[in-house]
């Protein structure tokens, strides 16, 4: 008998979003964005991939489907978190914040 944890595990999307960014990864909209952004056509494997996990998760508990589902995400918070962000954030606010602004004459000047 299974434990009750693995049958109560939940994707972290529901299936039909996984079907839907597969729709606008295939629509002719993106595919020319990404064409003209990135020279290149996007590859939209994975998500059709995550769908018919997802589905098969829900239809017959598959283990093989769920840890595909489990790998596929961790992947791709990976892939968001490998980026440094552009701005370095304060720590303090700047000395003289509560100070009014000079609108007569601007600072870039």
Known sequence: MEQPDKLHWRPPRAC???WSEFRHCKSLWNRFHNYYTYGTSP????WKEDYNSCKE?????NTEAKEALQNSE????AEQNKFNPVWQLRQDPPSDWHLPLNQEKPQDS
């Open 16 to 18: 039909d979003d996984y």
């Open 43 to 46: 590859s939209c494997r994975q």
């Open 57 to 61: 998760w829900e239809k017959y508990k």
């Open 74 to 77: 961790r992947d791709r918070v």
